[in-house]
């Protein structure tokens, strides 16, 4: 179920300003990716996506660097397979399982 189109909900987050304060202090990069991790796993049918720009919106939030990154690949049956992740100077933050299969189509900062 799509609530609207994947550029719109880019452009409402992007609007987002990050928090001002404490909010870096209190959370470490790694425990905001556990954080939507543990969180994900309760919410029915949530996508490499919805979770990729979860995690690169807290982060980002919290003034840690993140980018959205999104491949393709050839799936079972000739079918595409897309997937998302986050990445960090280097690191995969976030749905790092097999991406060497993925071509790289695009990365959102």
Not at 75 to 95: I, P, T, Y
Request: overall charge positive.
């Amino acid at each position: 179920m799509e609530l609207f189109p994947f550029s719109t909900l880019k452009k409402l987050l992007t609007r987002l300003r990050p928090i001002s304060g404490g909010f870096k202090k209190d959370f470490s990069e790694e425990r905001l990716i556990w954080s939507v991790a543990v969180v994900s796993r309760y919410i029915p049918k949530a996508t490499c996506l919805a979770i990729a720009l979860t995690t690169q919106l807290l982060l980002q939030q919290a003034g840690y660097q993140a980018c959205l990154h999104i491949g393709v690949a050839d799936g079972e049956g000739g079918r595409l397979e897309a997937h998302a992740w986050v990445e960090s100077q280097g690191r995969v933050l976030s749905g790092g399982s097999d991406l060497n299969k993925y071509t790289h189509l695009l990365a959102l900062e």
